[in-house]
């Protein structure tokens, strides 16, 4: 098909062969909502650069150019025409990048090849013959921004549930009764709009992630978040419209752009073949005539309360634990320690605006929370390679820094090194033994040994094992161990990956407790901080997995 000859995909290239065959098509792109209507469709969009730099071209005057090109030459091949006006209106943009700096688009300016490759592209897209319909220019374009704000593996997917959860027809009816008390006034949507901190963060609290079912969450995507949203047809608040009628222009608004979506899902997911093979979307129409009556709830003007009971709360612990899992992920897997950070740090901002969009919803509950409300640690579980302990490399970062203590003011990880990177109580007192005594002393193992014993005592810490100490002493005096900086960088990575073990362990056990899920989301962002903190505590050395050490250790046991 077409996205196989141009190596694009298929709602993006209809999008532009729309444009080139109808000038009104963009109409269908413009947001009138706004006090300055403009395209919601951007070029970034597009994930093929050259059909993002064609639609730049068109919007900034190709179409035009296209218009007046047409009437200059009315004997000449219309679709030659237009490739020409794109390629001179593309040729002056590249032009301006590349005065810039932009060293691809010089590229693309001396490359004769490139542009016979896109003048025959656009050409073939602006016959007639293409098959795509102009009327529905705003789906393909939908599907190419949703596309865009939701990758996927599956080929062409605009839009997934992030994740599913425990869900039942009762479940699915109040989604529906949220939806359908929306068919049925629009201007209810007000009750879930709010002012979010982030300017790129939707206006409204209740979001498609929140649904249990990926068919009410692209619904919604449709009727309210999207690009181009039911909400915002003309029809939508045509006041001279029963309310029937005004429903029945949004489903129908709907249902296209199902459609569209499975069509475009269908080059890479079979069930989304066998939904557009069954009809299935007609069946779903007619599910939303029927939540869009009156009575199809108690009482519709609640959507709101009703969204944050049966769907927002709801969703929450099976969010978090989503995310719990993504910690675990990045803190076990060989990234740099700073990517590590950064990841983890893009966590507590989803679960600040997790917080932000429930606190904004009309709960019953907001703020409910009691003392016993504590996440429960969950049962140790095996982990698997790499080990998160060491006792052989604790004890000889020790010997090492015994030998020559001022390793703990040379830049590099022994630098870096803190009490919590030493898993053995006698191995964190010695270390903070040797911070704590000048250097002449922390390298007299009497002094040092003593040094911990008093520390631990402070402290009203259990007796030391003074075997261990005077193992570590031994060995200080009698073996040469290389530099610390190698081994203190292992310790160092194993304490992120063991604070990140350990708060994923702990988010998700929270995530399966009955918790306030104010006190959930809470609960967990303090975990995600201490992992954080400790990744970025040492991102400068942006330390490897590192190798296990079994072989370049020495026998000091």
């Given amino acids: 098909m077409n996205n196989d000859q141009f190596g694009a995909p298929q709602h993006e290239l209809n999008v532009l062969s729309s444009l080139l065959r109808d000038k009104a098509a963009v109409n269908q792109l413009v947001d009138w909502n706004r006090s300055d209507p403009q395209p919601w469709l951007r070029s970034d969009h597009f994930k093929t650069a050259w ?8 919007l900034s005057g190709g179409l035009s150019d296209i218009e007046q090109r047409l009437q200059a030459f009315p004997r000449a091949d219309p679709a030659t025409v237009t ?14 990048r590349a005065a810039a700096g932009d060293l691809s688009a010089q590229a693309a300016l001396n490359s004769s090849e490139y542009w016979a490759g896109v003048h025959n592209a656009v050409r073939q897209m602006a016959q007639p013959t293409w098959p795509s319909n102009a009327d529905h220019t705003r789906h393909d374009a939908y599907v190419t921004a949703r596309s865009a704000q939701h990758p996927s593996t599956t080929e062409n997917v605009p839009f997934e549930l992030a994740r599913g959860r425990g869900y039942d027809r009762d479940a699915r009816k109040k989604e529906l009764a949220v939806i359908g008390a929306i068919l049925n006034d629009p201007t209810r949507v007000v009750q879930f709009r709010y002012t979010p901190s982030s300017p790129d963060s939707s206006a409204y609290w209740l979001q498609p992630q929140d649904f249990g079912d990926p068919a009410t969450a692209e619904i ?13 047809l003309p029809a939508a608040i045509d006041p001279t419209l029963m309310p029937e009628e005004r429903a029945a222009a949004m489903i129908q608004h709907i249902t296209t752009r199902l459609d569209y979506n499975d069509y475009h899902r269908s080059t890479g997911d079979p069930a989304a073949k066998e939904r557009l093979d069954a009809n299935a979307n007609a069946n779903i129409a007619t599910y939303l005539a029927e ?6 709830s108690p ?3 609640n959507a709101a309360g009703y969204a944050v009971s049966f769907i927002l709360e709801p969703s929450i612990p099976a969010a978090v634990e989503d995310l719990a899992g993504r910690v675990r992920d990045y803190g076990l897997s060989d990234a740099s320690l700073y990517q590590v950070g950064l990841d983890l740090r893009t966590n507590e901002y989803v679960l600040n605006q997790l917080a932000e ?4 919803a009309p709960r019953n509950l907001a703020g ?3 003392p016993e409300q504590a996440a429960k640690p969950a049962p140790g579980k095996n982990e698997e390679q790499p080990s998160y302990t060491s006792q052989v490399t604790e004890r000889r970062v020790l010997i090492s820094l015994m030998q020559e203590p001022s390793q703990l003011h040379r830049d590099g990880p022994s630098r870096s090194l803190a009490e919590q990177d030493f898993t053995q109580r006698e191995h964190r ?32 810490a259990p007796a030391l094992d003074l075997e261990e100490l005077n193992t570590i002493g031994y060995a200080a005096r009698t073996l040469q161990v290389p530099p610390a900086d190698q081994a203190a960088g292992h310790l160092v990575t194993m304490t992120v990956r063991r604070t990140a073990r350990d708060a994923s362990t702990a988010v998700q056990a929270a995530a399966q407790e009955t918790l306030d899920p104010r006190v959930l989301i809470d609960q967990s962002r303090e975990q995600f901080q201490q992992a954080t903190r400790e990744a970025l505590r040492y991102h400068q050395q942006s330390v490897p997995e590192p190798s296990r050490y079994g072989t370049q250790q020495a026998n000091i046991a």
């Fill in 357 to 360: 969009r429930l606190d904004q």
């Fill in 299 to 301: 009482n519709p003007d």
């Fill in 368 to 370: 409910y929370s009691t």
């Fill in 83 to 96: 490739a020409d006006a794109v390629m001179a209106r593309m040729g002056i943009l590249y032009q301006q």
């Fill in 291 to 296: 939540a869009s009556a009156p009575d199809y």
């Fill in 51 to 58: 059909l993002g730099d064609a639609y730049q071209a068109l």
């Fill in 429 to 460: 007192y010695l270390f903070n033994a040797i911070k704590s005594l000048p250097p002449h002393a922390a390298q007299d193992p009497w002094l040092l040994t003593n040094q911990a014993h008093q520390l631990a005592r402070y402290d009203g």
């Fill in 220 to 232: 919604w995507d449709a009727l309210v978040t999207g690009p181009d949203p039911a909400i915002a």
